[in-house]
């Protein structure tokens, strides 16, 4: 679950506070909900889509965990195997959800 916050609402959260404070052009998916033709949007027009865009990741990123088997012991012990085994589990399982 910590893995599945992090992806859904830390994430894209920091993204969004990054691209303002560059003043970088918005992602697509950052688009208020409710287009009302204002000039100004209200305040937490942007929540919404933030949190759609991370429960999206957050899928990605449970799918990559499975397939990588994350779960088994091995996976997060680097006692088992060494740090090695740990760290390629993390990259099969990263891989695997941006490939998604």
Not at 10 to 25: D, E, G, I, K, N
Not at 32 to 52: D, M
Not at 62 to 74: D, H, P, R, T, W
């Amino acid at each position: 679950l910590r893995d599945v916050s992090m992806a859904q609402i830390t994430a894209p959260a920091l993204q969004v506070f990054f691209v303002t404070l560059m003043h970088a052009p918005s992602p697509s998916w950052l688009q208020p909900i409710f287009n009302r033709g204002l000039i100004w949007q209200p305040q937490g027009s942007l929540v919404a889509p933030t949190l759609i865009h991370g429960a999206a990741l957050a899928g990605c990123w449970i799918l990559g965990a499975l397939a990588a088997k994350a779960y088994e012991k091995e996976a997060i012990d680097p006692t088992i195997n060494g740090y090695g085994a740990v760290i390629i589990r993390l990259i099969k399982a990263g891989t695997f959800a941006m490939g998604i």
